[in-house]
């Protein structure tokens, strides 16, 4: 037996969960699908399990895309604040942290009861644990009122259960966390229905160093300091930690996702301090005091026993040359690393890249060529900053599909 629903969605994750939310409260008839056992598993995993659910500043700068401006619309009709007036109105505690990432106060978990909650009060249904077979398109026979003869649909199967429905949405998300869920059907369908994919690569992820530096460098394992991390076109200043695996910490994960294999990183390990003009200044003054020592009070001194040039470091700071003050500045300020790669999608909070906006509608998230078929969320080519970005675009791309589905 066939079963005849308005809209199904296909992942309840964080951008399914607010489209199904919104087209229920259109008093459509919508299902939503998902492989795993229940709803919502990374807005669960999000900031530490206190998810970080949006941010104070968002921008179309803050995203990847090779479409910049695909993401404009949809941030601004349901915006940051639009999303933190509903987590007031839920009575959900948050605070703010660095950066303006807001965070819940007590557990992610009241995110996804939220959600659910909104889902329930709309009449949405779940079919959780359930594997999609195939997914086909076909022309409506007129059998009742509520179908339109011509019209065309979609037809799922999914289990044992076979369903047509007028509006077909991809929630589907990337492939980062693949132990969370996540796999590469969105991709696949829309390959299926014609849609080009921009190819997918971990983002928001932790580097692997080549074994030279690897082994080098093991001495720093634990060891987290602020720097700025630049690439050729970009730059962030923020944490980076040292691990026994190779490179991570916030600054580290953002340039992750503009990385390409065989580029270089410059690392500025005192983005807040000149270098030069310090040892200048101690040169000129005619300071006894060694260089490590000065550089120890600035930096841990594993980490400065590891930059130092040699033979260096016991030189009085009244007696180091101009030559030397330039090494010492450049190994501290410009230090070149060229990762070996990345911890890959098992450890990525991300995917970078996906569907091709170039075919999908900013306004509506319907593919242009395929009537009734819509992405939202992560499973297309629109990727954020470490921050709440990510999640902000769940929510927008998911209320603006939520609209038209």
């Given at each position: 037996?066939?079963?005849?629903?308005?809209?199904?969605?296909?992942?309840?994750?964080?951008?399914?969960?607010?489209?199904?939310?919104?087209?229920?409260?259109?008093?459509?008839?919508?299902?939503?699908?998902?492989?795993?056992?229940r709803?919502?598993?990374?807005?669960?995993?999000?900031?530490?399990?206190?998810?970080?659910?949006?941010n104070?500043?968002?921008?179309a700068e803050?995203?990847?895309?090779?479409?910049?401006?695909?993401?404009?619309?949809?941030?601004?009709?349901?915006?940051?604040?639009?999303?933190?007036?509903?987590?007031?109105?839920?009575?959900?505690?948050?605070?703010?942290?660095?950066?303006?990432?807001?965070?819940?106060?007590?557990?992610?978990?009241?995110?996804?009861?939220?959600?659910?909650?909104?889902?329930q009060?709309?009449?949405?249904?779940f079919?959780?644990?359930?594997?999609?077979?195939?997914?086909?398109?076909?022309?409506?026979?007129?059998?009742?009122?509520?179908?339109?003869?011509?019209?065309?649909?979609?037809?799922?199967?999914?289990?044992?259960?076979?369903?047509?429905?007028?509006?077909?949405?991809?929630?589907?998300?990337?492939?980062?966390?693949?132990?969370?869920?996540?796999?590469?059907?969105?991709?696949?369908?829309?390959?299926?229905?014609?849609?080009?994919?921009?190819?997918?690569?971990?983002?928001?992820?932790?580097?692997?160093?080549?074994?030279?530096?690897?082994?080098?460098?093991?001495?720093?394992?634990?060891?987290?300091?602020?720097?700025?991390?630049?690439?050729?076109?970009?730059?962030?200043?923020?944490?980076?930690?040292?691990?026994?695996?190779?490179?991570?910490?916030?600054?580290?994960?953002?340039?992750?996702?503009?990385?390409?294999?065989?580029?270089a990183?410059?690392i500025?390990?005192?983005?807040?301090t000149?270098?030069?003009?310090?040892?200048?200044?101690?040169r000129?003054?005619?300071?006894?005091?060694?260089?490590?020592?000065?550089?120890?009070?600035?930096?841990?001194?594993?980490?400065?026993?590891?930059?130092?040039?040699?033979?260096?470091?016991?030189?009085?700071?009244?007696?180091?040359?101009?030559?030397?003050?330039?090494?010492?500045?450049?190994?501290?300020?410009?230090?070149?690393?060229?990762?070996?790669?990345?911890?890959?999608?098992?450890?990525?909070?991300?995917?970078?890249?996906?569907?091709?906006?170039?075919?999908?509608?900013?306004?509506?998230?319907?593919?242009?060529?395929?009537?009734?078929?819509?992405?939202?969320?992560?499973?297309?080519?629109?990727?954020?900053?470490?921050?709440?970005?990510?999640?902000?675009?769940?929510?927008?791309?998911?209320?603006?599909a939520?609209?038209?589905?």
């Amino acid at each position: 037996m066939v079963e005849n629903w308005d809209t199904v969605i296909i992942g309840a994750g964080a951008s399914g969960l607010v489209c199904a939310a919104e087209a229920g409260q259109r008093q459509r008839q919508v299902l939503v699908l998902d492989h795993n056992k229940r709803p919502g598993q990374k807005i669960l995993m999000s900031g530490g399990g206190r998810c970080n659910f949006t941010n104070r500043e968002v921008s179309a700068e803050q995203f990847i895309s090779r479409n910049p401006h695909f993401c404009k619309s949809a941030l601004k009709r349901f915006s940051a604040r639009n999303f933190l007036d509903w987590i007031r109105s839920a009575g959900i505690r948050y605070e703010e942290r660095d950066h303006g990432q807001l965070f819940c106060r007590d557990k992610a978990s009241q995110i996804l009861d939220m959600l659910m909650d909104a889902c329930q009060k709309t009449g949405v249904t779940f079919a959780m644990n359930t594997e999609i077979n195939q997914v086909s398109r076909h022309k409506a026979v007129a059998k009742n009122s509520e179908t339109t003869k011509g019209q065309p649909r979609f037809r799922i199967r999914a289990g044992r259960r076979v369903l047509d429905t007028e509006s077909l949405v991809i929630a589907t998300g990337g492939i980062s966390i693949p132990g969370a869920g996540a796999s590469p059907l969105g991709y696949r369908l829309a390959e299926q229905f014609g849609l080009s994919v921009v190819p997918p690569r971990p983002g928001l992820v932790p580097f692997t160093l080549q074994p030279g530096d690897k082994k080098s460098l093991q001495v720093l394992a634990g060891i987290a300091v602020k720097a700025k991390v630049s690439l050729p076109d970009i730059s962030f200043t923020e944490n980076i930690l040292f691990t026994h695996r190779g490179l991570s910490g916030p600054v580290i994960l953002q340039v992750s996702s503009y990385w390409q294999p065989g580029q270089a990183i410059t690392i500025d390990l005192l983005p807040d301090t000149d270098l030069a003009a310090t040892l200048e200044e101690a040169r000129a003054a005619g300071v006894k005091k060694q260089v490590k020592s000065l550089l120890s009070d600035l930096l841990p001194k594993r980490l400065v026993t590891t930059r130092l040039p040699r033979k260096t470091g016991t030189i009085p700071l009244g007696s180091i040359s101009r030559e030397q003050i330039a090494r010492v500045s450049s190994a501290f300020h410009q230090w070149e690393i060229k990762p070996g790669g990345t911890e890959g999608n098992r450890t990525a909070e991300v995917t970078v890249g996906g569907v091709d906006t170039a075919r999908i509608s900013s306004k509506t998230f319907e593919a242009r060529d395929v009537t009734g078929l819509f992405f939202i969320g992560e499973v297309l080519d629109v990727t954020g900053w470490l921050g709440g970005f990510n999640l902000q675009w769940a929510w927008s791309s998911g209320w603006c599909a939520g609209q038209y589905v």
